[in-house]
C-alpha cells in the first residue's frame, strides 16, 4: 500500500471516529470515511460491483465499501472486535478486483485493503493482501 495513501485512510478514520465515536451502524461510517477520503483528494468508489465468475460463467457479485485511488479496498465494519471472517472476506474482494472480465474497467488493479473497525472505544485499521502480493507490505 502506498505509504502517504496508507496514511491518508489511517488519518481519515481516526478523524470520523474521533467526531462521530462508537456505535452508530457501517453504512453511516462508510459515507463518513467516503467524504473524509474525498476532502483529502482521494479518489473514491463505494460500493463498486465487482462480479464473480465460475466456470467462466456470471454466478454473482460482491460489492467492496470502499476503493480508494484504485489501489486499496477498505471494508468497513463496526463491531466489538475483528474476526479472520472480516479479513477473509477482503482477501477475497482482492482476488476478484485485479481480474475483472475484459469489458468491465472501473477497477484495474488493487493489491491491498484495509479493515477498518469504527469500535464502540477506538478506530481499528488493519492492513490486508492477499499472500502473494504481501511481499512490499
Given at each position: 500500500?502506498?505509504?502517504?495513501?496508507?496514511?491518508?485512510?489511517?488519518?481519515?478514520?481516526?478523524?470520523?471516529?474521533?467526531?462521530?465515536?462508537?456505535?452508530?451502524?457501517?453504512c453511516v461510517y462508510q459515507s463518513a470515511l467516503a467524504l473524509a477520503l474525498r476532502q483529502r483528494g482521494c479518489i473514491v468508489?463505494?460500493?463498486?460491483?465487482?462480479?464473480?465468475?465460475?466456470?467462466?460463467?456470471?454466478?454473482?457479485?460482491?460489492?467492496?465499501?470502499?476503493?480508494?485511488?484504485?489501489?486499496?479496498?477498505?471494508?468497513?465494519?463496526?463491531?466489538?472486535?475483528?474476526t479472520e471472517s472480516h479479513f477473509l472476506q477482503t482477501r477475497a474482494y482482492l482476488r476478484w478486483l485485479p481480474l475483472p472480465p475484459p469489458s468491465y474497467s472501473r477497477i484495474?488493479?488493487?493489491?491491498?485493503?484495509?479493515?477498518i473497525n469504527f469500535g464502540p472505544e477506538q478506530v481499528e485499521v488493519c492492513p490486508v493482501c492477499v499472500p502473494e502480493k504481501c511481499a512490499s507490505v
Open positions: 500500500m502506498d505509504t502517504q495513501l496508507g496514511e491518508f485512510v489511517r488519518a481519515a478514520a481516526t478523524d470520523v471516529h474521533a467526531q462521530l465515536g462508537g456505535g452508530l451502524s457501517e468508489e463505494t460500493e463498486v460491483v465487482v462480479p464473480i465468475l465460475y466456470n467462466t460463467m456470471y454466478i454473482g457479485f460482491v460489492r467492496p465499501d470502499i476503493v480508494v485511488d484504485k489501489q486499496i479496498v477498505i471494508e468497513i465494519k463496526a463491531v466489538l472486535k475483528i484495474e488493479s488493487v493489491q491491498r485493503g484495509a479493515v
